[in-house]
């Protein structure tokens, strides 16, 4: 094996125990919770690594990165997440290779997902993204839309043609009442989940937890982690 090989085969290992012992410290069974593994900054080559070790989710954050990297892997059998702040205009290069959009956080985002995953007769899934921490303009310095926005958008996104409603992803805030309070934060997400599934029961995906925090998300009863810096190790640059 190369030397990178080994390397993420160790950290992938590594998350793997991480995971399975939140899971165990939950009384959750290990099959409850998808790793997804953030590929942002890494090369198309370290996603081949990962898919040959048996991962099946990658996220990219930006689209200029992730269009080239998702169609070198495409012979890969994986499923792509769009998990970073995301402009009208680059909503049909995202629906190209996107399977999940887990940053809908806006009703004209929404109108044009659904305008494009039509047009390239897609379905694309898609996570409201909930900021815990938005302030007076009911949005997220990093995208995302207050709890009091996510009935109107999420009906929205349930109506639309090309899109499916899967649930709800959060990043820990750094600022604000939930400020290094993970599990606080995934608590509340998980409530405003089960708001949801009243009226959306098909809407289960919960996608919180990141490599520092993922513990605290699987114990607040996550179905989704996020991880990068644990399995691919620190970017180079902010991603
Ligand atoms: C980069 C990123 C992650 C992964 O973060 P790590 O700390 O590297 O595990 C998760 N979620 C989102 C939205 C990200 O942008």
């Given at each position: 094996m190369?030397?990178?090989?080994?390397?993420?085969?160790?950290?992938?290992?590594?998350?793997?125990?991480?995971?399975?012992?939140?899971?165990a410290?939950?009384?959750?069974?290990?099959?409850?919770?998808?790793?997804?593994?953030?590929?942002?900054?890494y090369?198309a080559?370290?996603?081949r690594?990962?898919?040959?070790?048996?991962v099946r989710?990658?996220?990219?954050?930006?689209?200029?990165?992730?269009?080239?990297?998702?169609?070198?892997?495409?012979?890969?059998p994986?499923?792509?997440?769009?998990?970073?702040q995301l402009?009208?205009?680059?909503v049909?290069?995202?629906?190209?290779?996107?399977?999940?959009?887990?940053?809908v956080?806006?009703?004209?985002?929404v109108t044009?997902?659904?305008?494009e995953?039509?047009?390239?007769?897609?379905?694309?899934?898609?996570?409201?993204?909930?900021?815990?921490?938005?302030?007076e303009?009911?949005?997220?310095?990093?995208?995302?839309?207050a709890?009091?926005?996510?009935?109107?958008?999420?009906?929205?996104?349930?109506?639309?043609?090309?899109?499916?409603?899967?649930?709800?992803m959060?990043?820990?805030?750094?600022?604000?009442?939930?400020?290094?309070?993970?599990?606080?934060?995934f608590?509340?997400?998980?409530?405003?989940?089960?708001?949801?599934?009243?009226?959306?029961?098909a809407?289960?995906?919960?996608?919180?937890?990141m490599?520092?925090d993922?513990?605290?998300?699987?114990?607040?009863g996550?179905?989704?982690?996020?991880?990068?810096?644990a399995?691919?190790?620190?970017?180079?640059?902010?991603?």
């Amino acid at each position: 094996m190369t030397d990178r090989k080994d390397e993420i085969a160790r950290n992938l290992a590594q998350v793997e125990e991480r995971i399975a012992a939140a899971c165990a410290a939950a009384g959750r069974s290990r099959d409850e919770v998808t790793l997804i593994v953030v590929t942002k900054t890494y090369p198309a080559a370290d996603v081949r690594v990962l898919a040959e070790f048996g991962v099946r989710h990658v996220a990219e954050n930006r689209d200029q990165e992730a269009a080239p990297k998702a169609a070198e892997c495409a012979d890969l059998p994986l499923r792509w997440h769009f998990v970073g702040q995301l402009q009208t205009n680059k909503v049909r290069s995202v629906v190209g290779y996107a399977d999940v959009v887990q940053s809908v956080d806006r009703p004209r985002l929404v109108t044009a997902l659904s305008k494009e995953a039509v047009r390239a007769g897609r379905e694309v899934g898609c996570l409201i993204q909930v900021a815990l921490d938005a302030g007076e303009s009911g949005r997220g310095e990093r995208g995302g839309v207050a709890p009091e926005g996510i009935e109107e958008l999420a009906d929205l996104v349930a109506r639309s043609e090309g899109l499916r409603l899967d649930g709800l992803m959060t990043v820990a805030p750094l600022t604000g009442q939930y400020a290094g309070r993970q599990r606080a934060a995934f608590d509340r997400l998980m409530d405003l989940s089960t708001d949801l599934r009243r009226g959306h029961p098909a809407a289960t995906m919960v996608s919180a937890g990141m490599s520092a925090d993922l513990e605290h998300a699987v114990a607040a009863g996550a179905t989704h982690v996020r991880v990068g810096t644990a399995v691919l190790g620190v970017r180079p640059r902010l991603g």
